[in-house]
């Protein structure tokens, strides 16, 4: 069994059911590589305990990256870099999905939006348009790309020229009974949220 959901946060309405806007516009994408200093949204964490030693991409979640940018780059878009404030908020989440084997967006105790702010990623701080991608059923990254790119919603989310950065994790379910098996979480967003080093993630 496979499912899939989606839903954007943006700052311009986009075609397609489950999109959202917010008042104030994307402000103009920032980059740490450019040397610039961390965005006033910037913060830690809090209820967004997660295993730092897992917050790498494995072969899978890499591959699905690798596509996703291929498959950005033939509509002439850039490519998703790796944010580690964005791999916090998809390994919480992933984990989370797998744990109690459900598959919304809102987390049990809050929204989905309040959960990137928690995990580090103040979005409205810094005017940035946020994205959320949600699969269940496939261990592989390239089936759950496909399924993503199947659905009208997922696929916006792909190929939304706004995000620049990306977390992307898989987590296996606990239980041998699973429905799903894999849960994966792809979270986007538009602005670069000054993240961590990856040293200085730890349990909290």
Same mark, same amino acid.
């Given at each position: 069994?496979?499912?899939?959901?989606?839903?954007?946060?943006?700052?311009?309405?986009?075609?397609?059911?489950?999109?959202?806007?917010?008042?104030?516009?994307? !402000?103009?994408?920032?980059?740490?590589? @450019? #040397?610039?200093?961390?965005?006033?949204?910037?913060?830690?964490?809090?209820?967004?305990?997660?295993?730092?030693?897992?917050?790498?991409?494995?072969?899978?979640?890499?591959?699905?990256?690798?596509?996703?940018?291929?498959? !950005?780059?033939?509509?002439? *878009?850039?490519?998703?870099?790796?944010? /580690?404030? *964005?791999?916090?908020?998809?390994? /919480?989440?992933?984990?989370?999905?797998?744990?109690?084997?459900?598959? @919304?967006?809102?987390?049990?105790?809050?929204?989905?939006?309040?959960?990137?702010?928690?995990?580090?990623?103040?979005?409205?701080?810094? #005017?940035?348009?946020?994205?959320?991608?949600?699969?269940?059923?496939?261990?592989? #990254?390239?089936?759950? *790309?496909?399924? /993503?790119?199947?659905?009208?919603?997922? &696929?916006?989310?792909?190929? &939304?020229?706004?995000?620049?950065?990306?977390?992307?994790?898989?987590?296996?379910?606990?239980?041998?009974?699973?429905?799903?098996?894999?849960? /994966?979480?792809?979270?986007?967003?538009?602005?670069?949220?000054?993240?961590?080093?990856?040293?200085?993630?730890?349990?909290?």
């Amino acid at each position: 069994m496979t499912i899939a959901a989606s839903l954007a946060f943006v700052a311009s309405l986009l075609s397609g059911a489950l999109h959202l806007t917010i008042p104030s516009p994307t !402000r103009p994408i920032r980059a740490r590589a @450019q #040397g610039l200093g961390t965005p006033v949204g910037a913060a830690h964490s809090v209820n967004c305990g997660i295993d730092a030693s897992r917050i790498a991409l494995d072969g899978e979640e890499q591959a699905v990256l690798d596509a996703t940018n291929a498959y !950005r780059a033939q509509y002439g *878009l850039q490519p998703l870099h790796i944010s /580690w404030t *964005l791999q916090r908020v998809a390994l /919480w989440k992933a984990s989370d999905t797998a744990m109690h084997t459900y598959m @919304q967006h809102d987390d049990g105790f809050r929204s989905w939006e309040q959960r990137f702010a928690d995990c580090g990623y103040d979005y409205a701080a810094m #005017g940035a348009s946020i994205g959320e991608n949600l699969a269940a059923g496939m261990p592989g #990254g390239a089936a759950t *790309l496909a399924q /993503w790119q199947s659905s009208p919603m997922h &696929n916006a989310n792909l190929l &939304n020229p706004a995000f620049s950065v990306v977390g992307i994790k898989r987590v296996q379910a606990v239980g041998p009974g699973d429905p799903y098996g894999w849960y /994966w979480a792809m979270e986007l967003a538009s602005v670069d949220g000054g993240d961590p080093d990856v040293s200085d993630l730890s349990l909290r």
